[in-house]
């Protein structure tokens, strides 16, 4: 049980910094921006040098099950022209995150456009340019300060190897960073309220994950997983809005809060000892079941939403994870089986608990992608 929890978190976190780091990365270019081209939409327009798909897409965070981006709302879709350039249009009468899909992977991600605006991009290879607005070069100045430059990124590794109190001095100094240059350039009173309230919610809610993931990581040292750290290590979460709809629409929140729901079942839920493989079955099931209520007592109904969209996410992953290792036949015929079961009940009481069509399409779609099908399990 202890491994497999152990391959659960390791999985959610990685999960979560894929998505961190994907989401700041762009570089400036030399390449002039087009022209605006209307007041109540966004338009990008470029060039994709090679690939095998056909068309451009924009995803935008319309619901809280888009808090998992991958399953995010397609918004607007534009094939390639002959010479591989594209023009992509949508509706976009405020402003708010885009997403630039093509091939079914996003090549931009945490594009703040308000309407009215464009975005131009080449892509060749693996290589994107990208340049926009006033608030897109905000966004990559600050991601290049404390994300993506090499040795920044390198530094942050480091950091996760000193004790409790000297990491949390290290995230504090850097979160005062962040906020000093959210708020040089925007202001509470600017006229770009919306932007800065999205970029104090990244900010917040990137250093509330990072104190997260900071215990997971020394459980996994320590291999005391359900009390990494002494509970004074947590009073930070007092000082953290942890239930924020507003927020959804950042990639910091989405982690912080599949974290945080970590947390909470590992503070309040109560664990009963099983014995045996069909125990085990119903430990995991039982488990999912707490989670569940705990998620519908804590939060919101928006929130409460989203947090379940990403545990269900979270699971899929786990499983796909399961079905495709070749390390250990035993661990797969222990735990595949009654993880497709829990996916299975789990997914159940998704339909049976909400009438937004829209929404069950979305799980849905990654649920029949990524869960294998009884058949395909190995013979138990």
Known sequence: MRSQRCIK???????CLTVLFAASCGERTDVAPASEYSNDSVTVIGVIREGAA?????????????VMRETGRTIATAAL?????????????????????????AILDDVYMRAGDTLTLRKEGDKIVAVGTALYEFQQRFNRTFFTDADVQEDYRRRFALEPAVFASYVDKRLTDQVAMVRREYPPDTPDSLFMHYMMNKVEYGWAYDRLQYAWKTSRVNQNLLRPMKDEYYEFLHSVRTDNPEALN????????????????????????YEGRLGEITRIINEAADRLKLIESHFSPETAAAAKALYLHSEIKTLAYLNNSQDSALYMLDFLEPRRRVLDSLYGAFKTSTNDTSYLNLLERQYNAEVPAANELPEM
Do not use: Q
Request: hydrophobic fraction near 40%; glycine fraction near 8%.
């Open 54 to 66: 056909d068309s451009v897409s924009l995803h935008a965070v319309m619901h809280p099950a888009d």
């Open 81 to 105: 022209y002959p010479n591989r350039s594209f023009e992509v249009r949508a509706w976009w009468p405020s402003e708010g995150v885009l997403s630039v899909y093509y091939g079914g992977e």
């Open 9 to 15: 978190f390791g999985l959610m976190f990685c999960l």
């Open 250 to 273: 950042s990639d910091e929140y989405a982690a912080f809060l599949l974290g945080f729901t970590e947390y909470l079942y590992d503070s309040l839920a109560a664990t009963k000892p």
